[in-house]
């Protein structure tokens, strides 16, 4: 089978009418611009751009920091950042600190 690869930087020609009948243009999903309003959310994201998978576990170590710390805003943070990327690593964490 044989199929057409256009060379870098050329529209398909096949693709050409599909991109003339649309506007191009970027939406975001939270109609706020580019900027990220919620701070747990950005933290999250950024985390798990660092991270990957073992982001909830991070958060959950950093929620764990803060509570020794005895800062107990950051961990209510932390805790929202980790229920962000994993809801039950945060409710199993919510559970020990509770027992």
Same mark, same amino acid.
């Given at each position: 089978m044989l199929?057409?690869?256009p060379r870098y930087g050329i529209i398909s020609p096949c693709l050409s009418r599909r991109i003339q009948a649309r506007h191009l243009r970027a939406v975001n999903d939270n109609s706020a611009g580019s900027v990220c309003q =919620?701070? /747990?959310l950005d933290? /999250?994201?950024?985390l798990f751009a660092a991270h990957g998978? #073992?982001? /909830?576990?991070?958060?959950r170590d950093a929620a764990v920091i803060a509570e020794r710390s005895g800062e107990p805003g950051r961990v209510e943070?932390? @805790?929202? @950042?980790c229920a962000t990327l994993d809801r039950r690593? /945060?409710? =199993?964490f919510l559970k020990r600190?509770? #027992?």
């Open positions: 199929r057409f690869a =919620d701070e /747990a933290t /999250a994201l950024r998978f #073992s982001a /909830a576990a991070r958060a943070f932390w @805790v929202e @950042v690593m /945060a409710r =199993d600190k509770r #027992s």
